[in-house]
């Protein structure tokens, strides 16, 4: 009975934390576009760490079991998911005075395709001639969303462009920290994997901040800006990965992409009461294109791979 009801329960855990992202995105994060993105990463980066190494020490044990290609995993996950992927997220987020930032959410919303082609290219998947039609429809509906009718111009001094394409990079990034995290997860738990991602991320985003010698940029932060870093460590950082991973152990993948849908959904509504900003009709066609063509691969999936494998077995 008990477990009858986790899994009723576990849509809401993840349909929370993709809220909790939301907010971070178009509430909290905005506060520190004046300080440097590789400071605002690092502080939340280690900070998370600091929070929870206490809880995992007696875990360490463990990674004796992890061989050579599982250690360059976990690096492929700390690398493209904490740093790269969060780098290029927060750049994206810190135009908020040129930009709705709900576009930028919605761009991550088109980490699915890419996890798909990244497993097809790294793992030698086969991909389904039906998966590359929705997919380039996703990436078409992407662009009304971000662009309207307009063409991009780099000379106008509209940050449209730029924002779209830290937001694109990050997607990219979080999309190949899924593919690698498949072949972490096979021995580890995937509360002790969340840990060492932010571990290697923080030991990662230190020897940025020293190579780009960002440390003398703290004397900048605010007490304001200070709070926004404790509520996001408390919030929307580590506490939103783990209510995530709590309930997509009990959620297939397909109905834990729709319930991230709270993600992008969350964006527009804050969007619109923070900032008062709203989007065109034809970004609202690009956007509900890019969702039904997401839904639409996430469910069908399985179905497709199916069908791949049964052309093998017929050739």
Same mark, same amino acid.
């Given at each position: 009975?008990?477990?009858?009801?986790?899994?009723?329960?576990?849509?809401?855990?993840?349909?929370?934390?993709?809220?909790?992202?939301?907010?971070?995105?178009?509430?909290?994060?905005?506060?520190?576009?004046?300080?440097?993105?590789?400071? @605002?990463?690092?502080?939340?980066?280690?900070?998370?760490?600091?929070?929870?190494?206490?809880?995992?020490?007696?875990?360490?044990?463990?990674?004796?079991?992890?061989?050579?290609?599982?250690?360059?995993?976990?690096?492929?996950? %700390?690398?493209?998911?904490? %740093?790269?992927?969060?780098?290029?997220?927060?750049? %994206?987020?810190?135009?908020?005075?040129?930009?709705?930032?709900?576009?930028?959410?919605?761009?991550?919303?088109?980490?699915? @395709?890419?996890?798909?082609?990244?497993?097809?290219?790294?793992?030698?998947?086969?991909?389904?001639?039906?998966?590359?039609?929705?997919?380039?429809?996703?990436?078409?509906?992407?662009?009304?969303?971000?662009?309207?009718?307009?063409?991009?111009?780099?000379?106008?001094?509209?940050?449209? @462009?730029?924002?779209?394409?830290?937001?694109?990079?990050?997607?990219?990034?979080?999309?190949?920290?899924?593919?690698?995290?498949?072949?972490?997860?096979?021995?580890?738990?995937?509360?002790?994997?969340?840990?060492?991602?932010?571990?290697?991320?923080?030991?990662?985003?230190?020897?940025?901040?020293?190579?780009?010698?960002?440390?003398?940029?703290?004397?900048?932060?605010?007490?304001?800006?200070?709070?926004?870093?404790?509520?996001?460590?408390?919030?929307?950082?580590?506490?939103?990965?783990?209510?995530?991973?709590?309930?997509?152990?009990?959620?297939?993948?397909?109905?834990?992409?729709?319930?991230?849908?709270?993600?992008?959904?969350?964006?527009?509504?804050?969007?619109?009461?923070?900032?008062?900003?709203?989007?065109?009709?034809?970004?609202?066609?690009?956007?509900?294109?890019?969702?039904? %063509?997401?839904?639409?691969?996430?469910?069908?999936?399985?179905?497709?791979?199916?069908?791949?494998?049964?052309?093998?077995?017929?050739?």
């Amino acid at each position: 009975m008990r477990e009858e009801i986790k899994e009723k329960l576990a849509p809401y855990f993840v349909i929370m934390a993709a809220s909790l992202w939301g907010v971070d995105g178009i509430v909290l994060r905005p506060y520190l576009y004046q300080l440097p993105v590789t400071l @605002v990463v690092l502080i939340e980066t280690c900070l998370a760490t600091l929070l929870m190494t206490p809880f995992f020490l007696r875990y360490f044990k463990r990674l004796r079991i992890l061989n050579f290609k599982e250690w360059l995993a976990l690096g492929a996950v %700390a690398l493209f998911g904490g %740093a790269v992927g969060t780098l290029a997220i927060t750049r %994206a987020i810190f135009y908020v005075n040129y930009v709705n930032l709900s576009v930028v959410v919605l761009i991550q919303k088109l980490q699915p @395709v890419f996890a798909i082609a990244l497993a097809a290219l790294l793992l030698k998947e086969r991909l389904s001639k039906k998966f590359l039609k929705w997919a380039a429809l996703a990436l078409l509906g992407a662009y009304f969303m971000t662009f309207g009718w307009r063409l991009p111009n780099l000379f106008t001094g509209d940050k449209t @462009v730029q924002a779209a394409g830290f937001a694109m990079l990050a997607t990219i990034s979080f999309a190949s920290s899924t593919v690698f995290s498949k072949r972490l997860l096979r021995r580890i738990d995937f509360h002790f994997a969340t840990y060492l991602r932010f571990l290697v991320t923080a030991f990662i985003m230190l020897l940025i901040a020293l190579v780009s010698k960002t440390f003398p940029a703290i004397r900048q932060i605010t007490s304001q800006q200070l709070l926004v870093f404790i509520l996001i460590v408390f919030s929307t950082g580590a506490p939103a990965i783990f209510l995530y991973y709590y309930g997509l152990r009990k959620i297939p993948a397909s109905v834990a992409t729709i319930c991230e849908l709270s993600f992008p959904a969350t964006a527009i509504l804050l969007e619109y009461f923070v900032r008062h900003r709203l989007l065109d009709p034809v970004q609202w066609l690009g956007t509900f294109v890019l969702i039904f %063509a997401i839904v639409r691969i996430s469910l069908r999936m399985n179905e497709w791979k199916k069908e791949i494998k049964e052309e093998n077995v017929d050739n």
